[in-house]
C-alpha cells in the first residue's frame, strides 16, 4: 500500500519546518515561537501534534471533504436551466426570491450568482437593482407624494407597450398608486391620485415633473400682470390639486424626485418577470393583478416609518372625488336654462331651485365616467342631453308713421322770395 500524499499550504510547510528543527534541538522553544510568530504554549502543542501524527497533523481536517452543505451538481444544473428557461433577466436577489417562492428552493444569493457564474450565465448589468435597500426605519412622517410615468415593454412580445402610472410615499417608499394605460394621460394620473386618497388620504405635498399634463403653458407671468394682481393659470391636474389643497411642486430636475426614479428602474427589473409568471398579456389582466403585485413590492421595500402618526388629511365628508378629478371648462347659460357642449345641448336633470339668467357664466365638469355637471358654490348639478330649443321667427309688422309738424322758424314756414334775375349782356360785358 502506497503512501498517502498530503497538501500542504505553506504556513503549515513553515510550521513543520520549525518544528522539525525543534524536535531535533537545532532551535529553542522562545526561537520558534519568534519564527512562528505564536506564543510558545501553541510552539509546544505544535510539537506534540508532530511528534504524535507526523507532518499530516499540520494538514486542516477538513481538507479534501465535501462540505455538509454543499449544493449538489444537480441541483446547480437545475437552478442554471430555470433561469435560462423560467426567470430569464431576472437579478441575482430576485431569483433567489423566486426559487424559494415558486419552487421551494432556498439559496442565498451569493450561492446564486456562484451557479450562474460557474454556468457560463452573467447578467448584463454589473450590480442587483434590489441591493440598495433603504433603512427599516425613517424619522418622517408620510406626508408627500411624487408622481410620475414610465412606459416600457411591460408585457415583452406578449402585448403592446403600456405606460405605468406611479405614485410613491416621499418618507416611506410605499408605493400608493399604480396602474396601466397606454400611454401618459391624465386620465391616468387622476386614476392614480384617486387610488391613493382613498386608501391613505390627501398628501400635503405632490412632487411632478414639468410635463404639461400637470403645468399650464402660460403659467409664467409678466411683472405687469403679477403687479396687476392676476393669477397664472393652472392645468386641469392643478385645479384639482388646488381643489384639495395640495401644494403641487413641479420638479426642475430627476433628482428632485429620485425615489420614483429608482421605482421605475426596480419595477423594470422586476415587475416584467411577474407579470410574465402570471401569463399576463393584456392591461386589463396587467390592472387586475397590478393591486396583488404593489402589496408584494411594498412588503418587501417600503419603510416603516418611527413616527406611526400619518400627516396625510383624512378625506371630509361630501366631497365626491369624481367631481375633483374631472375636465373643467366655461360656459354660458342659453334660453331655457340650456348649455351647448361638445357640439351637444344639455339641460338640468333636475330644475335648480333658483333658475339661472341667460347668459351667466358656469362652470362645466366633465368626470372620468362622462358624467356631465355644472359646479358652482362647490355644489354639483347634474345635466342631461336634450334637444336645442326652437327659435321662433320675429315677422316685423309696418307702423304708419307718426304725424310731425315742422317748427315755427323750419324753412317750409319761411315765405318764398323771388330772386332778381341776372343781366347776361352786362356779364358779357365784363
Not at 221 to 241: D, I, N
Not at 266 to 281: K, M, V
Not at 357 to 386: G, I, P, S, Y
Amino acid at each position: 500500500m502506497g503512501q498517502e500524499k498530503i497538501t500542504l499550504t505553506k504556513a503549515e510547510l513553515k510550521k513543520v519546518l520549525v518544528i522539525e528543527k525543534l524536535v531535533a534541538g537545532h532551535i529553542k522553544v522562545a526561537e520558534a515561537a519568534e519564527l512562528l510568530q505564536l506564543s510558545t504554549r501553541q510552539v509546544l502543542r505544535l510539537k506534540k501534534t508532530y511528534i504524535t501524527e507526523g507532518a499530516e497533523g499540520f494538514a486542516h481536517k477538513n481538507r479534501g471533504r465535501k462540505p455538509a452543505h454543499t449544493i449538489s451538481d444537480d441541483v446547480k444544473k437545475m437552478v442554471a436551466e430555470l433561469y435560462r428557461t423560467k426567470y430569464d433577466g431576472s437579478n441575482n436577489c430576485h431569483f433567489s426570491e423566486l426559487l424559494e417562492e415558486h419552487e421551494s428552493l432556498s439559496l442565498s444569493v451569493s450561492s446564486i450568482r456562484r451557479i450562474l457564474l460557474s454556468q457560463g450565465i452573467k447578467r448584463s448589468d454589473n450590480e442587483d437593482a434590489s441591493k440598495h435597500v433603504s433603512p427599516v426605519t425613517v424619522n418622517r412622517k408620510p406626508e408627500c407624494f411624487e408622481i410620475d410615468a414610465s412606459p416600457y415593454a411591460w408585457l415583452e412580445d406578449r402585448g403592446p407597450e403600456l405606460t405605468l402610472h406611479g405614485i410613491i410615499d416621499d418618507a416611506t417608499g410605499m408605493v400608493v398608486g399604480a396602474l396601466f394605460r397606454p400611454t401618459e394621460t391624465r386620465e391616468g394620473y387622476f386614476s392614480a391620485m384617486k387610488q391613493a386618497i382613498q386608501q391613505y388620504g390627501i398628501p400635503l405635498g405632490i412632487y411632478s415633473d414639468r410635463h404639461t399634463i400637470f403645468r399650464s403653458p402660460k403659467e409664467t407671468l409678466t411683472l405687469e400682470q403679477e403687479l396687476a394682481g392676476e393669477t397664472a393659470p393652472l392645468s386641469q391636474f392643478g385645479k384639482a390639486m388646488a381643489d384639495l389643497e395640495i401644494t403641487h411642486i413641479k420638479a426642475m430636475s430627476l433628482e428632485a424626485k429620485g425615489r420614483i426614479e429608482r421605482l421605475f428602474g426596480t419595477f423594470q427589473d422586476r415587475l416584467a418577470i411577474e407579470l410574465r409568471l402570471l401569463g399576463i398579456s393584456t392591461m386589463e389582466e396587467a390592472n387586475r393583478v397590478l393591486p396583488k403585485l404593489i402589496q408584494k413590492h411594498n412588503r418587501r421595500f417600503a419603510i416603516s416609518p418611527q413616527q406611526t402618526e400619518s400627516a396625510y388629511r383624512p378625506l371630509p365628508e361630501g366631497i365626491n372625488l369624481n367631481h375633483i378629478f374631472a375636465i373643467r371648462e366655461y360656459r354660458q347659460i342659453g334660453p331655457g336654462q340650456t348649455i351647448s357642449y361638445g357640439g351637444k345641448v344639455y339641460t338640468f336633470a333636475v330644475k335648480p331651485t333658483h333658475p339661472f339668467e341667460v347668459k351667466t357664466v358656469v362652470e362645466v365638469r366633465q368626470t372620468m365616467q362622462d358624467e356631465l355637471l355644472v359646479w358652482h358654490h362647490r355644489q354639483a348639478f347634474a345635466l342631461r342631453e336634450t334637444q336645442r330649443p326652437e327659435r321662433q321667427p320675429k315677422t316685423k309688422t309696418a307702423s304708419p308713421a307718426s304725424p310731425r309738424k315742422p317748427a315755427k322758424n323750419h324753412p317750409w314756414r319761411q315765405p318764398w322770395k323771388i330772386q332778381k334775375s341776372f343781366n347776361v349782356a352786362s356779364i358779357h360785358d365784363r
